[in-house]
């Protein structure tokens, strides 16, 4: 997505330059520390006493008598970098292991080149000459292949590879996402920072002509993370399936993504149906069948309190859409950790036989709540850009030009008009609608090419695994579409489960299209043809296609579940008190046995 102006770009790409040199600063320090405690090994190992020389003759007299061997413990190496056997000449020269025998490059992807990590001229006396492989070696490489390298997006966990003047000699951007690799697939954030900075890159690159500008994209040995970023950029930019994007990346650089972890992410993270064709991953090469000196992963993210990966939040953790009856365990503590106060309350409309479908766990109250964290964290940068972009959506250019010199970029939603004496006056100025009233929490929803954005009344966002497919096009995605609603949990007290809910009550841009000054019966009718029903007919298809099919998404596995909030003319406001008063009121609208809802709020026909 552009930046609302050139301004925005510049403070976007200021916040990006600020966090990669803390990042790099941070390595640098861990650098200095593992640097210290090599220097204290070698120095430990300096004041042993020399070994006694031994003449021939002395020796041979040796050899000859009966000698009492004393056992010598090895030396050990400091904790945080354990002893490992090295299997082969490169790993014992320092070289990450399997480095020399590991293929250099693979075929273009996308306009992505994907590689193993180039070696700095450091390392090129450990190297046999034909194969080494520098920055400047790979660049010339590509460039006898037509393909001029603009772009480096290196994925290790460390900066002792290479110097990064090595590549800024070539007129070479350089990007560190750093990625702990070994044992777990790239966080959610890596890959959302991924995807961005190589997104926006390529848009550049559109913009100026160029067509035979690549980005270079190496880990350590350009197989796992570096596949399972592209993967992951393909699934999200270009529509494409894992499985799809799997076999694609297997036929750039085979044997592909190797590791079970990381392929079984892919599927779950997209919510896709794994074809018995994948069942199995490809398995490690020979060139690495044994583990050999490696990178150090990171130490584990410490998740903040209240973070969706964080310890303290089992519920959604566990629960994409439903969460288990809260059954105690023996010592009577609740199963996910304590309950959460706070009623929520669905929709009339909500249909049971649907919800039957979604195969996570079902639950009562306690479990899952309306204010819980929904969704990822968003990079800074790229948090500014969609601001800037939903903020140019609802006010304009003008606007939005006048709220950045006043620094004013805050929460641009309607706000409801209650129900109150003091109001009644307005409903003769303009024609008012009215609804029941929902405990939930309000969100706006952005739907863009790369995912589906949950924005706060902070002007927070974070990104939710969606799928919201076109009407015209459901093989395509929603791209600048804005909802304003809440979330919700629909209690079924009768079939004891809870349902989070995202209630859609206004739309504002559809595909780019502004419809803020259509009438909200406008609006309310776009939400149910332009997002509601073809997310009905795509999950129809999906339904019907037997377990297994290559691409089938589940729609079951999403975060919450998506309808519009029906409204009526003020004319019903008889109609619905009644109906929230009336003991008969379906399930749907109570929570537990007694509590219901008698407010109301209504909705200017002209809010945008």
């Known amino acids: 997505m552009q930046a609302a102006n050139t301004n925005s770009t510049l403070k976007g790409a200021d916040l990006l330059a600020q966090e990669r040199l803390e990042r790099k600063a941070k390595m640098q320090k861990r650098k200095e520390e593992e640097a210290a405690k090599e220097a204290a ?155 961005f900075t190589a997104s926006k890159y390529m848009n550049e690159l559109a913009h100026k002509g160029e067509k035979r500008t690549f980005i270079l994209v190496h880990c350590t040995h350009g197989h796992n993370r570096t596949g399972a970023m592209l993967c992951h950029f393909e699934c999200r930019m270009r ?41 199995d991953a490809p398995g490690t090469p020979e060139w690495k069948q044994e583990r050999g000196a490696e990178e150090e992963a990171a130490p584990a993210h410490v998740a903040k309190e209240g973070d969706l990966f964080g310890p303290d ?96 970029l805050n929460f641009p939603g309607s706000q409801p008009v209650s129900l109150a004496s003091s109001n009644l006056q307005l409903f003769e100025s303009r024609p008012y609608h009215v609804t029941w009233k929902a405990d939930g929490t309000r969100y706006m929803l952005l739907l863009v090419l790369d995912g589906v954005y949950l924005i706060d009344r902070k002007f927070e966002f974070r990104r939710v695994q969606m799928c919201f497919p076109r009407r015209d096009y459901l093989d395509k995605r929603h791209n600048v579409t804005l909802l304003d609603g809440e979330m919700v949990v629909d209690v079924d007290a009768t079939a004891g489960t809870a349902t989070r809910r995202y209630l859609a009550y206004d739309l504002m841009c559809v595909n780019g299209a502004s419809y803020k000054s259509e009438t909200f019966e406008r609006r309310l009718d776009l939400i149910e043809k332009e997002v509601v029903q073809p997310r009905k007919k795509l999950e129809a298809y999906w339904n019907s296609s037997p377990p297994g099919t290559k691409g089938r998404y589940l729609f079951q596995r999403e975060p919450f579940r998506v309808r519009r909030k029906d409204f009526w003319p003020l004319a019903y406001s008889r109609k619905v008190l009644e109906d929230v008063r009336t003991p008969n009121t379906p399930s749907l609208y109570r929570y537990g046995k007694t509590s219901r809802r008698a407010e109301l709020s209504h909705h200017n026909n002209n809010t945008a």
């Open 41 to 195: 090994a070698k120095e430990a190992a300096q004041r042993r006493p020399p070994l006694k020389k031994m003449k021939a003759s002395e020796l041979e007299d040796a050899l000859g008598q009966d000698l009492e061997m004393e056992t010598i413990e090895p030396q050990r190496l400091p904790a945080s970098r354990p002893q490992q056997r090295s299997v082969d000449d490169d790993a014992g020269a320092g070289l990450p292991h399997g480095w020399l025998a590991c293929p250099a490059y693979g075929r273009r992807f996308d306009s992505f080149i994907p590689c193993k990590v180039p070696l700095g001229e450091k390392y090129n006396s450990r190297i046999p000459p034909e194969k080494r492989f520098t920055p400047a070696i790979v660049y010339k490489q590509q460039e006898k292949l037509n393909r001029k390298i603009g772009m480096v997006i290196d994925l290790t966990n460390t900066w002792k590879y290479y110097n990064l003047q090595e590549w800024e000699a070539l007129n070479v951007k350089h990007v560190k996402i750093a990625c702990a690799g070994r044992d777990g697939p790239p966080e959610p954030e890596a890959v959302s920072e991924f995807v």
């Open 239 to 279: 529509y494409m399936s894992v499985w799809k994007a799997l076999r694609e990346f297997a036929n750039s650089r085979p044997p592909g993504v190797y590791k079970e972890n990381y392929i079984s992410s892919l599927f779950k993270y997209y919510h896709e149906d794994r074809p018995i064709e994948i069942c």
């Open 313 to 408: 939040n089992l519920e959604y953790a566990a629960t994409p859409l439903k969460s288990p009856v809260d059954i105690p365990e023996p010592d009577g503590r609740p199963r996910w950790g304590g309950s959460r106060s706070g009623a929520s309350y669905g929709m009339p409309d909500a249909d049971p036989e649907e919800d039957e479908r979604y195969d996570g766990a079902e639950a009562l109250e306690g479990t899952i709540s309306h204010e819980d964290i929904i969704g990822e964290r968003v990079p800074p940068f790229q948090e500014k850009e969609l601001q800037l972009a939903v903020l140019s959506v609802l006010l304009g250019h003008e606007e939005l030009a006048r709220r950045q010199r006043s620094g004013r």
